[in-house]
């Protein structure tokens, strides 16, 4: 693709630029455990590829990111399922979506991934960042943007491991209903082994939404005035911001690493870690990163 000065559009990393209208373009990352199909495509890189295209036709200063989104529960289902490594599964997969894409013509500033060495270091960076600016540690647990609490959860004693919810089956409680393959349930198995789990506690860290609620609705009022925003975008943050705390560690293997000593075996849950993802690929486009965000 050209640029309206006829120069290759998507070969050099770019800047914003003073004066002109700069525009960071992403799509949702799609999960790397599988083959991209059609809904994928039209749902979400092909809209955006498209409008891409469109800002450069206007003039735009313009760049297109997107990438696979790779840790998590999925990946490391997938990695038993076969006998691999979540790893494997990633390195396998990637190139796949890379090259469906690339036969539909989707035209990317950078594709990359979440399993990088950049997703780690900015997503313990944001972190340690919300560690610093608490408060003080003496504070309530209320009053706290980031708290540990104590959850209780399924855990396997045959497969030394404390079970996601897609990890556990059994039969639905309803009298009326009997499906024997719910998540809500009771005699509940193992799906990788078929023992049956107990339940024990376990630590875990959360993100406390209702304290960051002020300043979000004050920067969410702001984009709505700008119009920068959708009116779903900013329906949808609002729903957001009802919610309580959020979980934002997990006990798998597969993910960035939490780093507290207290849960050095936890790595972040995707809800926390996925999202910057579209950081941290900007950063493999450009070391200049921030200045797009």
């Not at 990352?29 to 206007?58: E, K, Q, W």
């Not at 990633?90 to 950049?118: A, K, L, M, N, V």
């Not at 003496?138 to 943007?145: Q, T, V, Y």
């Not at 998540?183 to 193992?190: A, N």
Request: hydrophobic letters at 30%; proline letters at 6%.
């Amino acid at each position: 693709m050209a640029d309206p000065d006829g120069e290759c559009a998507r070969n050099a990393p770019k800047l914003p630029i003073p004066g002109r209208r700069n525009i960071l373009i992403t799509s949702v990352l799609p999960y790397v455990n599988n083959v991209p199909h059609l809904g994928n495509i039209i749902g979400c890189v092909l809209s955006a590829d498209v409008f891409a295209r469109y800002c450069l036709l206007r003039g735009y200063n313009a760049i297109y990111v997107c990438g696979t989104d790779e840790y998590g529960t999925a990946t490391e289902t997938k990695a038993r399922e076969e006998n691999s490594t979540p790893q494997e599964i990633c390195d396998r997969f990637h190139p796949i979506h890379r090259y469906i894409y690339d036969w539909f013509g989707i035209s990317f500033d950078q594709f990359g991934r979440t399993s990088t060495p950049e997703q780690t270091q900015i997503c313990q960076a944001i972190f340690n960042k919300l560690l610093e600016n608490q408060k003080n540690e003496n504070e309530n647990k209320e009053d706290k943007l980031v708290f540990e609490d104590t959850m209780k959860q399924f855990y396997c004693t045959t497969c030394e491991s404390f079970l996601a919810d897609r990890l556990v089956e059994g039969t639905c409680p309803r009298p009326t209903c009997g499906y024997d393959s719910a998540r809500e349930l009771k005699d509940p198995k193992c799906k990788v082994c078929q023992s049956t789990p107990e339940i024990r506690y376990t630590d875990h860290l959360f993100l406390n939404i209702p304290v960051l609620e002020d300043e979000l609705v004050e920067y969410i009022n702001e984009m709505s005035v700008e119009g920068s925003w959708s009116q779903n975008a900013i329906q949808a943050t609002n729903a957001w911001l009802r919610e309580e705390p959020r979980c934002i560690t997990r006990d798998l293997r597969w993910g960035v690493s939490v780093p507290l000593e207290k849960y050095r075996d936890k790595v972040f849950y995707v809800w926390f870690d996925a999202p910057i993802g579209y950081v941290s690929i900007t950063s493999c486009y450009t070391p200049d990163w921030e200045q797009w965000w």
